[in-house]
Structures are given as C-alpha cells and as structure tokens.
C-alpha cells in the first residue's frame, strides 16, 4: 500500500469508501489508514460528503414519475411524433445517477485540493444545504461587522465577564481565542438568538479595520468536524462541529486568509 503512487491512492480510498474493493485490497487500506491519520481524514471526509450527498438527492432519484410523465414516456412515436424516443424513464433515473456521481467527485476533488496538513481536520466544501447556525453566523457578521458605535455588548476589556457570561446562558465552557498571530485583535462579543437558543459571537478587528467574528452556537444533531466553507450575502464562513457546539468563522477576506484564521482557532480550541 505504501508504494501506491498519490492518484492511485485517492481512487484507492475513494473505491474503499464506496465499498468497491475486494477483500485483501480493503484490508490493506484500513492497515494504511491505521498509520497514516493525513489519509485517515481525508476518507473520512469523502464518506460524509457521500452521505450528504445522498441526504440531498436521494429523494429526487428514486421519486416515482408523475403519470402524466409516465404517460409522455411510454407514448408511442405515432402518436407523439414530435418527441423524440430518447429520453426514456431508465435513462431518466441514469441521469440523475450520473449527476449524483458527478457532484460527488467534483466534491471530493475540492476536498483533496484545500487538505492542509497543517490542519488536523479535514477541509471540505460546503454541501449545497447550509447549516442553518451558519447562516444566521453570516447574518449576524453582516449586521454587526459594520457597526460603529456599538459592535459587541461586552467589550475586550471585560473579557473574563465575557465568557463568564456566555458560559453561563450557553450552558457550555466558552473560550476566546487568541488571533494575534493572524493580526487581529479580541473587540469584544455578544449574546445572539440561534433558533430559540442562545449562541455567542466574538468579534476580531486588524490594523487595518478589517473584521472576522466567531459565531458559537450549541450543535448537538451533527457529528463532522471537517472544515467547510460557504459563501452568502458576499460574506465567507468556515464552520465545523466540536462535541456539542458549532463554531462559524465569518468575515470577507482572502480565503487563504479565512483558513488561517480558522486553523488558529480551532488550535486554540482544541488544546
């Protein structure tokens, strides 16, 4: 397994997350996961993004066909001479089975190329279904980034108050995280509504006035904690899963800038 050359190690671990190889080519990938945690990863994230996948288009492709499609379908060329008799109900279903394949691979492909090693989650494109959380992350950077006067409740000079405060109402330990490195700097935070529940968000500012907030919000349904990103309303968001809380990094930088920022909180996080 060692001597496979890198593409033959991504259709390797691709074939093995589908459940396509046979026997001894599986057990020589699982020892090859075992020892090398970059590859681990990865596999790991292709198998959710299969499973999203399947979460969004599994409906569409196995819904039965209206009759009146059925109906134009089966109807012969006589009587329907200006159809042409290509498109029948098969291939309709392969066409959706090829999309499926397709999007999938697209989307494993993104997953390979933004894998930092550097981080030790696996970074994967947004599945075309947002978490609602990051959403409301994203709106809530769009409504308080701008503010002049009165972007955060609680100030960086009473950041002790700060988590102590938003601990308590998220009922969960909170931890502000040092961007220093990245140049930006702790304004403050805030408590926000996340669909009847409360949620936290920290507010970072640069020399250059530039914003990034952390969106926190208790997430207790999902289990990923691959990176992922989105984009709304102009604005980028990476988010990903630790245990029972949700983080949404959200601000309109230069993505490489947004993954080193997220990779410095994460790190900071997971101590």
Same mark, same amino acid.
């Given at each position: 397994?060692?001597?496979?050359?890198?593409?033959?190690?991504?259709?390797?671990?691709?074939?093995?997350?589908?459940?396509?190889?046979?026997?001894?080519?599986?057990?020589?990938?699982?020892?090859?996961?075992?020892?090398?945690?970059?590859?681990?990863?990865?596999?790991?994230?292709?198998?959710?993004?299969?499973?999203?996948?399947?979460?969004?288009?599994?409906?569409?492709?196995?819904?039965?066909?209206?009759?009146?499609?059925?109906?134009?379908?089966?109807?012969?060329?006589?009587?329907?001479?200006?159809?042409?008799?290509?498109?029948?109900?098969?291939?309709?279903?392969?066409?959706?089975?090829?999309?499926?394949?397709?999007?999938? &691979?697209?989307?494993? *492909? *993104?997953?390979?190329?933004?894998?930092?090693?550097?981080?030790?989650?696996?970074?994967?494109?947004?599945?075309?279904?947002?978490?609602?959380?990051?959403?409301?992350?994203?709106?809530?950077?769009?409504?308080?980034?701008?503010?002049?006067?009165?972007?955060?409740?609680?100030?960086?000079?009473?950041?002790?108050?700060?988590?102590? *405060?938003?601990?308590?109402?998220?009922?969960?330990?909170?931890?502000?995280?040092?961007?220093?490195?990245?140049?930006?700097?702790?304004?403050?935070?805030?408590?926000?509504?996340?669909?009847?529940?409360?949620?936290?968000?920290?507010?970072?500012?640069?020399?250059?006035?530039?914003?990034?907030?952390?969106?926190?919000?208790?997430?207790?349904?999902?289990?990923?904690?691959?990176?992922?990103?989105?984009?709304?309303? &102009?604005?980028?968001?990476?988010? *990903?899963?630790?245990?029972?809380?949700?983080?949404?990094?959200?601000?309109?930088?230069?993505?490489?800038?947004?993954?080193?920022?997220?990779?410095?909180?994460?790190?900071?996080?997971?101590?």
């Amino acid at each position: 397994m060692n001597t496979k050359t890198d593409p033959e190690l991504e259709a390797m671990l691709h074939a093995f997350v589908d459940g396509e190889l046979d026997p001894q080519d599986e057990q020589a990938v699982r020892e090859h996961l075992a020892l090398n945690a970059d590859a681990a990863q990865r596999a790991d994230a292709y198998r959710r993004q299969g499973e999203d996948l399947h979460d969004l288009y599994d409906d569409v492709f196995t819904e039965p066909l209206s009759a009146d499609m059925r109906a134009a379908l089966n109807a012969p060329l006589a009587t329907n001479p200006t159809r042409p008799r290509i498109f029948t109900a098969p291939m309709w279903r392969m066409a959706a089975a090829i999309l499926l394949f397709t999007v999938g &691979g697209l989307s494993g *492909w *993104w997953g390979h190329v933004l894998t930092s090693a550097e981080t030790p989650v696996a970074l994967a494109n947004a599945a075309p279904h947002v978490v609602p959380y990051v959403t409301r992350a994203i709106g809530a950077h769009v409504v308080y980034a701008s503010e002049v006067r009165h972007p955060v409740e609680v100030g960086a000079d009473q950041e002790q108050h700060l988590v102590t *405060w938003l601990s308590k109402r998220l009922g969960h330990d909170v931890h502000v995280p040092k961007l220093d490195e990245a140049g930006f700097e702790l304004v403050g935070g805030r408590l926000l509504p996340d669909d009847a529940k409360p949620a936290a968000q920290f507010m970072y500012e640069n020399h250059a006035g530039q914003r990034v907030t952390l969106y926190v919000s208790l997430d207790t349904k999902r289990t990923e904690t691959a990176f992922r990103v989105v984009e709304q309303q &102009g604005t980028s968001a990476i988010y *990903w899963i630790e245990g029972d809380l949700g983080y949404a990094l959200a601000g309109n930088l230069e993505r490489e800038d947004m993954l080193k920022i997220a990779r410095l909180v994460y790190d900071a996080l997971t101590v």
